[in-house]
Nanobody
Framework: QVQLVESGGGLVQAGGSLRLSCAASGRTFSSYAMGWFRQAPGKEREFVAAISWSGGSTYYADSVKGRFTISRDNAKNTVYLQMNNLKPEDTAVYYC??????????WGQGTQVTVSS
């Protein structure tokens, strides 16, 4: 069982930056791929970014490519999402998720990101 706790959300003006953190419990964190997802009001949850267990491979949604960076520190059981040049359309609840195998089986409770114009 893995527990995930996100932090770092908040209110920021357009063009600003935030860094989200996701702290994971469990000794097997370093073997899991990790991902960030978001859900805006009235919309379905969508993929934002993912990172392999080693950190050697990263993947991004086209909408955030070049602005967001996913990273991880396996020694700290933490995955990060650095978000730069934020836009109002980035406003959403952001969730981190862990993928022990091919699916995201574990999810955090989410953290709110609000970008004002």
């Amino acid at each position: 069982q893995v527990q995930l706790v996100e932090s770092g959300g908040g209110l920021v003006q357009a063009g600003g930056s935030l860094r989200l953190s996701c702290a994971a419990s469990g000794r097997t964190f370093s073997s899991y791929a990790m991902g960030w997802f978001r859900q805006a009001p009235g919309k379905e949850r969508e993929f934002v970014a993912a990172i392999s267990w080693s950190g050697g491979s990263t993947y991004y949604a086209d909408s955030v490519k070049g602005r967001f960076t996913i990273s991880r520190d396996n020694a700290k059981n933490t995955v990060y999402l650095q978000m730069n040049n934020l836009k109002p359309e980035d406003t959403a609840v952001y969730y981190c998720a862990a993928a022990p195998n091919k699916g995201y089986d574990y999810w955090g409770q989410g953290t709110q990101v609000t970008v004002s114009s």
